[in-house]
């Protein structure tokens, strides 16, 4: 059963930094794409923030790149999102999600064919 979990979730002031992180229980990344996703509260799911695929390839949305970060520990069987200066509107319930490799195709086949998290809240606040 493929399955992820989000940790690293918390409260931090505008301009702080956390990590997130998406770990794999029952199978492993090497052929699987792993993105990151957030949803404010009273409103849609975003589109993929940042995405790692399984040959090393990385992206971030424009509306985070510079501040986000995405990287992937394969011994860890772990994915990391990394994130820098922090703002208000950062603040949201994110969620990664494993897709195989295989199934990749477009932004939709992440809810079509991957595997979700439970999420983990990052609220920004002074």
């Known amino acids: 059963q493929v399955q992820v979990v989000e940790s690293g979730g918390g409260l931090v002031q505008p301009g702080g930094s956390l990590t997130l992180s998406c770990a794999a229980r029952?199978?492993?990344?090497?052929?699987?794409?792993v993105g990151w996703f957030r949803q404010a509260l009273g409103k849609e799911r975003e589109g993929v923030l940042c995405?790692?695929?399984?040959?090393?390839?990385?992206h971030c949305a424009d509306s985070v790149k510079g501040r986000f970060t995405i990287s992937r520990v394969d011994y860890k069987n772990t994915v990391f999102l990394q994130m820098n200066n922090l703002l208000l509107n950062d603040t949201a319930v994110y969620y990664c999600?494993?897709?195989?490799?295989?199934?990749?195709?477009?932004?939709?086949?992440?809810?079509?064919?991957?595997?979700w998290g439970q999420g983990t809240q990052v609220t920004v606040s002074s």
């Open positions: 029952g199978f492993l990344l090497d052929n699987f794409a």
């Open positions: 995405y790692s695929r399984s040959d090393g390839n990385a």
């Open positions: 999600n494993a897709l195989d490799e295989d199934y990749y195709d477009d932004e939709g086949s992440w809810s079509k064919f991957g595997a």
